[in-house]
């Protein structure tokens, strides 16, 4: 239909929460013994125009960067496993009311305990800058600022913070950008990467039935045997409260166990 609301309007999705979650609790599983590399990059001062052009052209954007580093990664003998997710910048966009978007992205790093990094960062600057310049049609605009560091603990929470920011952030940069350019997607992962979560995701009515089991179970005996938080999910109905689901997060082993279940691992 020609009325449907353009995607991307109110940020990441549901699924593609979902989805970068899933990313990060299977790296460490995956691949325990391989550090990870979390990456930021930060665009420059731009003109409002070339801000605008950026947003638009933010698809390619990522899907060059992400190319870029699966490359390098391959050279490295590396697992061409990458995701990433965008925001708009908070502190730029508050000080200056100028929407600038922002990419966090994981990726595997050398196993070893320290130095031997995968990707060089000034490397990825010159490539980044030559990129931004291309997709604005300019000569030369201000250098793209890069910057890596090692991920420590879970994968997942170095991404999550990026995916919880409000939508009132991204109705304030659409008052710069405009709503015809914003972004439609806000997470990305290489193919190798979404293929590799695809494979360990369970769907469907037998899954639906033993987390229900673990659900009745837990609820009603020792939720803290089996979950490392669980919550109820309530909506007011006819003036009280009405459980319409749950939210939680398996114990490790308990996860190990359910997905051995699904023959999932």
């Known amino acids: 239909s020609t009325n449907r609301p353009k995607r991307g309007l109110k940020g990441i999705t549901g699924y593609g929460q979902n989805m970068v979650k899933s990313f990060g609790a299977l790296v460490r599983r995956q691949y325990p013994n391989h550090r990870v590399t979390f990456g930021t990059l930060t665009l420059p001062t731009l003109d409002i125009e070339q801000r605008r052009q ?5 698809s390619d954007f990522v899907r ?9 990664l391959a050279s490295k003998g590396l697992p061409q496993v990458v995701c990433s997710v965008t925001e708009v910048q908070p502190r730029r966009l508050q000080r200056s009311g100028e929407g600038y978007l922002h990419l966090h992205l994981v990726w595997l790093n050398i196993p070893a305990k320290s130095g031997s990094w995968a990707v060089d960062v000034s490397d990825w600057n010159a490539f980044s800058h030559r990129l931004l310049c291309r997709l ?13 560091k090692p991920v420590t603990g879970e994968v997942t929470r170095y991404l999550a913070k990026y995916m919880s920011k409000g939508r009132q952030q991204l109705a304030e940069a659409m008052e710069d950008w405009g709503e015809a350019v914003s972004p439609s997607t806000w997470w990305n992962m290489t193919k190798p990467a979404r293929d590799w979560v695809k494979a360990h995701t369970a769907s469907g009515a037998v899954v639906g039935e033993l987390l229900d089991t673990l659900l009745q179970w837990g609820w009603g005996n020792n939720p803290g045997a089996l979950f490392a938080f669980l919550r109820q999910i309530e909506l007011e109905y006819d003036g009280r409260l009405v459980n319409v ?7 490790p082993e308990v996860y190990e166990d359910l997905t051995g279940l699904l023959e999932c691992d």
Do not use: F, K
Request: proline residues 0%; aromatic residues 8%; hydrophobic residues 40%.
């Open 64 to 72: 060059e960067s992400l190319r870029w580093l699966s490359r390098r």
């Open 54 to 58: 950026i947003v638009e052209r933010w």
């Open 136 to 148: 604005l049609g300019a000569e030369d605009v201000g250098r793209v600022n890069t910057d890596v």
């Open 245 to 251: 689901g749950w939210r939680g997060r398996l114990h």
